[in-house]
């Protein structure tokens, strides 16, 4: 069993209590979100709250090159974007398949839940179960000490003791539930993918955080049926979600987006559902905090 949480503690000499964007045991089995909660407590966070202090602050005041690497590959510093693979999208469809027909259903046999979370280099399920967790690291389907090699539907259903498919009645798949099509995997673009998700993980976590009780938000998850990672909060009447998608049909590469629970009209919303900001758009340069909190401001107000 990986154990993340464990892990980073491990770094830091176990003296502080830390915390991570990974799901970490043990299992949880208590409602609403049957899952841990990954910034609840700590005294070294991968955001800015009062009180605690960033793993970006530790490793300047350690002077710790390697420490900060460990940081980045995780995202528990702020780390950057790359190009996009040329072989992204065929990847993310293919991973999106994975997502709605392995990963969620093995998380709904156990308590009836669907959402995903951001993971090393991936996604998957929080831990469920007897202490289980089952995602996608590099592309590379990993049944806690196991690891399948993803070609077929078919083959990574028997790895892992399920039939694939969507939940019944849990959601409408986007995706086609083919047994035996090949399962298009290119390891750079499952990292880019991977990268993304994290990226998103950290800038959603923050506006969770930032968020008071009066907006009750959400958890950020990473939903099945269409691959985003989302949170949603806000008061009555001004409440909104705000994620980040992999890119879909109306958008071939990744985007952040603020969707309003009520319709709004103006120049920031430049989207039927709200507003977005792409990927291009953030390697050029756009801040996507500013573009999230901007987003909760105008919902707000």
Same mark, same amino acid.
């Given at each position: 069993?990986?154990?993340?949480?464990?892990?980073?503690?491990?770094?830091?000499?176990?003296?502080?209590?830390?915390?991570?964007?990974?799901?970490?045991?043990?299992?949880?089995?208590?409602?609403?979100?049957?899952?841990?909660?990954?910034?609840?407590?700590?005294?070294?966070?991968?955001?800015?709250?009062?009180?605690?202090?960033?793993?970006?602050?530790?490793?300047?005041?350690?002077?710790?090159?390697?420490?900060?690497?460990?940081?980045?590959?995780?995202?528990?510093?702020?780390?950057?974007?790359?190009?996009?693979?040329?072989?992204?999208?065929?990847?993310?469809?293919?991973?999106?398949?994975?997502?709605?027909?392995?990963?969620?259903?093995?998380?709904?046999?156990?308590?009836?839940?669907?959402?995903?979370?951001?993971?090393?280099?991936?996604?998957?399920?929080?831990?469920?179960?007897?202490?289980?967790?089952?995602?996608?690291?590099?592309?590379?389907?990993?049944?806690?000490?196991?690891?399948?090699?993803?070609?077929?539907?078919?083959?990574?259903?028997?790895?892992?003791?399920?039939?694939?498919?969507? !939940?019944? @009645? =849990?959601?409408?798949?986007?995706?086609?539930?083919?047994?035996?099509?090949?399962? $298009? +995997? %290119? #390891?750079?673009?499952?990292?880019?993918?991977?990268?993304?998700?994290?990226?998103?993980?950290?800038?959603?976590?923050?506006?969770?955080?930032?968020?008071? !009780?009066? @907006? =009750?938000?959400?958890?950020?998850?990473?939903?099945?049926?269409?691959?985003?990672? $989302? +949170? %949603? #909060?806000?008061?009555?009447?001004?409440?909104?979600?705000?994620?980040?998608?992999?890119?879909?049909?109306?958008?071939?590469?990744?985007?952040?987006?603020?969707?309003?629970?009520?319709?709004?009209?103006?120049?920031?919303?430049?989207?039927?559902?709200?507003?977005?900001?792409?990927?291009?758009?953030?390697?050029?340069?756009?801040?996507?905090?500013?573009?999230?909190?901007?987003?909760?401001?105008?919902?707000?107000?």
């Amino acid at each position: 069993m990986r154990d993340a949480r464990r892990e980073a503690a491990v770094r830091l000499g176990g003296a502080v209590s830390v915390r991570v964007l990974e799901p970490s045991p043990p299992t949880v089995a208590a409602p609403p979100f049957f899952a841990d909660d990954p910034l609840d407590g700590g005294e070294v966070l991968p955001i800015q709250r009062a009180g605690a202090r960033t793993w970006l602050d530790v490793c300047r005041e350690r002077g710790d090159g390697d420490l900060y690497r460990w940081c980045e590959e995780r995202w528990l510093v702020p780390g950057t974007l790359d190009f996009l693979p040329r072989r992204f999208a065929p990847t993310r469809d293919s991973l999106h398949v994975v997502a709605e027909h392995l990963l969620a259903p093995c998380r709904f046999r156990a308590n009836g839940k669907i959402g995903l979370r951001f993971t090393f280099r991936g996604f998957g399920t929080p831990f469920f179960g007897d202490g289980r967790q089952v995602r996608v690291e590099d592309g590379t389907l990993v049944d806690g000490d196991h690891r399948h090699q993803l070609s077929t539907l078919r083959r990574a259903g028997e790895a892992l003791g399920i039939e694939p498919g969507a !939940p019944q @009645d =849990a959601y409408t798949p986007s995706t086609p539930c083919d047994l035996d099509a090949s399962l $298009a +995997v %290119d #390891l750079e673009s499952a990292r880019a993918l991977g990268a993304w998700y994290g990226f998103c993980a950290r800038l959603l976590e923050q506006l969770r955080a930032d968020a008071g !009780p009066e @907006d =009750a938000p959400g958890r950020v998850q990473l939903w099945p049926e269409h691959f985003d990672m $989302a +949170v %949603d #909060l806000g008061a009555d009447g001004h409440r909104a979600n705000f994620g980040g998608s992999p890119g879909d049909d109306d958008h071939p590469e990744p985007y952040l987006y603020v969707g309003p629970w009520d319709a709004r009209q103006g120049r920031f919303w430049n989207e039927p559902f709200g507003a977005s900001l792409g990927y291009q758009q953030i390697l050029e340069g756009v801040d996507p905090t500013a573009f999230l909190r901007q987003g909760r401001d105008l919902v707000a107000g």
